[in-house]
């Protein structure tokens, strides 16, 4: 469709973006200045989160709209995730360079139909402008849990806690190398895996229901896997005052990533270093095998238990770091980068 | 300040963006991957806004971080007084280019800070990013009201409502004329003050608690004036299936936009097609000057009644504009391009 025959912003949203609203009548159809929610349970909370992804820094520049739609949705759930919220509804801003016509905008609401028929939100409000940059989307998610005691924390690890992180680690950031033509050694479907879980996030919303379901003495601190593990971990323990000590022998890995570690072993600094793995990294006050099979089988998602709290008390700026991860030989892995800083 | 010596990610957002989140325990200081909100009274209910504004889009390139911050407060807690909310809180996504330094962030956060004592809300959350392109800010604006049914729409105007703006009209988009370097004739103080009122919208979220308090039968339908006077009538007119005659002549002007017309009678078009004033547009089914006065006083800011609605069915598609202006000689004044489109 060319541009001059592209639809005018209102009834680009109308046409797009209303449908993703049906079934919240406080949503009015995105007619007006602002959305009304009044359709969370009295005796819950709420949760805001906000992402913001650039083309050429968050996601690669002409990336299709569906894997566009799909990160964006993805990273905002994931933290919904690591509070322990169940979505509930959006706000969506785009800023569209002139290269994005009615087509792309059909795909990406396309996809954002297919997402919120899957975790059960609504686009409630945003915002649509031109940009000459490069393409930016911010999305705005809103979720609830069922009781302000109910949210989880990255501040609750105790220094008795087990160290745990669902689905597999590495993924991301191995994915983000080969989607840029690195890793041409491995096979194409390793190549294919890694790429599409970069681009791909899975929130786990269902394991963070879990976790915020446990008794409070039992669940300890918890974040999304944006930075990269020891980053991330690394929040918890800086938020709770504990430090880490992980066994690196114990991540669990993909089939994709184990090969790449096997031809490069190098890459385990990438694995515990890099980001946009979106699993969940938290503490629990119980670790045996029995409890976490418990957790696997309601969270619908495998949990591997990594590593413990450290006994040393958290003194700031005495060298030693937050998390230390430790190779099959028991020495200590040095991760020169660890977490992307988007500065 | 140099790029080198900035500070991260983290650092800036604990340095410059955590104070703004004090007095919300659930904003967690912004170390979690969430706000938890949980303080809005159990009889209320939430209202939820996104604007994004684009640097030589939606402010000035270069503009000091004094006038975004304004603007993008400004623009989204108008909609928040369209909608007859109370402001809650806020969260704010910076795609910031290389050139911006700690010390446009220290102002930026600044004047964050002046609008949040005037408004009452917090910056509860957020996302600091680093773009190729233009300084992109989004904000995302909760607000409350005191009851689901208290909310303000579009779509309430009646068939005998009269048609009333706050403050004065057609000073936003004089002022991006000159604030371009345009309307030279005019003095220094008339082309400051324009500027200005382009730069920092006033949101009138008094007159929108006013009015949403208003006795069901007598408040209409309200919109925040960012289209331009004529565009957004136009909205309330769509959404309530009703058609608006105005007289140009009771239009509220400001000294500085009555000059510019003195000298350019055209600049009429500009008045009532152009947007960025930010005041309310609304319909009331009480228009006499004793109840205006009341508004007025409770409201703390000046309005006019500048037309009522048409009689005559709104039937889509018989060529009849939604909203008519007519001039001192009861002509219809021709505006080739009411409001302003993003796209």
């Given amino acids: 469709m060319s541009i001059e025959k592209d ?33 969370v349970p009295r005796d819950g909370s709420m949760v805001a989160t906000m992402d913001t992804l650039v083309e ?11 894997t566009v739609a799909r990160k964006l949705i993805g990273v905002n759930l994931s933290d919904l995730a690591a509070m322990g919220a169940r979505p509930h509804s959006c706000l969506l801003s785009l800023a569209l360079p002139r290269n994005i016509d009615d087509s792309w905008l059909a795909s ?5 139909r297919t997402m919120q028929d899957e975790f059960s939100f609504a686009v409630i409000g945003g915002d649509t402008v031109a940009t000459p940059g490069p393409l930016t989307v ?10 302000p005691g109910r949210v989880l924390r990255r501040s609750a690890a105790r220094p008795s806690h087990g160290v745990c992180v669902s689905g597999t680690i590495g993924d991301g950031a191995l994915g983000l190398i080969a989607a840029r033509g690195g890793l041409t050694e491995l096979d194409g479907n390793d190549r294919a895996y890694l790429i599409d879980r970069y681009n791909h996030p899975r929130p786990r919303i269902g394991l963070g229901r879990v976790l915020a379901n446990l008794a ?36 669990p890995l993909s089939p994709a990533t184990r090969h790449a570690l096997d031809r490069d072993p190098s890459l385990i600094e990438t694995v515990l270093g890099g980001g946009d793995d979106y699993e969940l990294v938290f503490t629990l006050g119980d670790t045996s095998p029995g409890f976490i099979e418990k957790i696997i089988a309601a969270g619908q998602v495998d949990v591997h238990v990594i590593g413990h709290a450290d006994a040393t008390p958290k003194a700031n700026d005495d060298g030693i770091p937050l998390v230390s991860a430790r190779d099959e030989r028991g020495e200590r892995i040095t991760v020169i980068h660890p977490g992307y800083s988007h500065f």
């Fill in 7 to 39: 639809l005018g912003e209102f009834d680009r949203i109308s046409h797009f973006f209303a449908p993703l609203a049906q079934g919240r009548k406080g949503a009015f159809s995105l007619t007006d200045d602002g959305a009304l929610i009044d359709d």
């Fill in 56 to 66: 050429g820094v968050h996601f690669l520049t002409a990336s299709p709209p569906e």
């Fill in 108 to 112: 990406f609401a396309g996809t954002l």
């Fill in 138 to 147: 911010t999305l705005s998610a809103l979720g609830h849990i069922a009781a």
């Fill in 216 to 251: 409070p003495e039992t669940v300890g601190g918890v974040c999304d896997i944006s930075d990269g593990l020891l980053a991330d971990l690394g929040h918890i323990g800086e938020q709770s005052g504990v430090r880490f000590d992980i066994d690196a022998t114990r991540i």
